[in-house]
């Protein structure tokens, strides 16, 4: 069983996961977001072993240098947003001075793909190429958890403003993507409250 904590970090209130598995003493990060202070105590006598990223932006990667030197773990993130996280520019952070500093780290580890396979505290993380918020978006789904990022929260869906961002591919990644999967998956959004897939389907006002 997954066992899922949620740390909501930063001026942007961004959703970072903390996620167990049978072994408690390792653990996957999600998104780990700026001001990762209660973050970085929980995870004091943890093995991480990755980071996860749904997308590179300032405010769900503001944590990641802190963590990486911390833990000494590797970070995934799409191909498509490669440079962001050495790009305050492309990151965002460059552009909202009232928010946060220029965010820069190293380059990720790793690169996701769609339909790549993570074999990480003894579950699997399937990850779908979910673009439109911004062209190097991803979700995870693992069993019955789907980790979205700011593609899908409950009763609303990402912005398209922002670098990279693109309505069309946002909508058909929900639609053609998220909405195929069981009305009983739940979702983990990049802010704000889970909901699940069944409800969004029927509730969520920006989609018919």
């Known amino acids: 069983m ?3 904590q949620t740390f909501c970090l930063g001026p942007l209130q961004t959703n970072a996961y903390l996620l167990t598995g049978e072994d408690p003493g390792r653990a996957v990060i999600i998104d780990p977001g700026m001001n990762p202070g209660a973050l970085m105590k929980k ?3 943890l093995e ?6 749904t997308h ?4 769900h990667m503001g944590g990641v ?6 833990k000494n773990c590797p970070v995934y993130l799409h191909d498509l947003e490669a440079e962001w996280l050495e790009n305050p520019k492309m990151n965002g952070s460059l552009n909202w001075p009232q928010v946060s500093p220029p965010l820069a780290t190293a380059p990720a580890e790793y690169s996701l793909d769609e339909g790549q396979k993570l074999e990480l505290i003894g579950h699997t993380f399937t990850v779908y190429h979910t673009p439109g918020h911004s062209p190097g978006s991803v979700s995870f789904l693992c069993g019955d958890d789907l980790f979205s990022g700011d593609v ?8 398209t403003d922002l670098y990279g961002g693109r309505e069309r591919d946002l909508f058909d990644s929900i639609q053609n993507k998220l909405f195929t999967f069981n009305d009983e998956v739940k979702v983990y959004p990049g ?5 699940t897939i069944g409800y969004e389907k ?7």
């Open 2 to 4: 997954l066992n899922i």
């Open 43 to 45: 995870i004091q006598p």
């Open 48 to 53: 991480i072993e990755a980071i996860l990223l």
């Open 56 to 59: 590179a932006h300032f405010d």
């Open 65 to 70: 240098d802190e963590i990486r030197k911390l």
């Open 152 to 159: 899908l929260f409950k009763l609303g869906v990402g912005r």
């Open 191 to 195: 802010h704000g409250p889970k909901t």
């Open 202 to 208: 029927v509730h969520n006002p920006y989609i018919s």
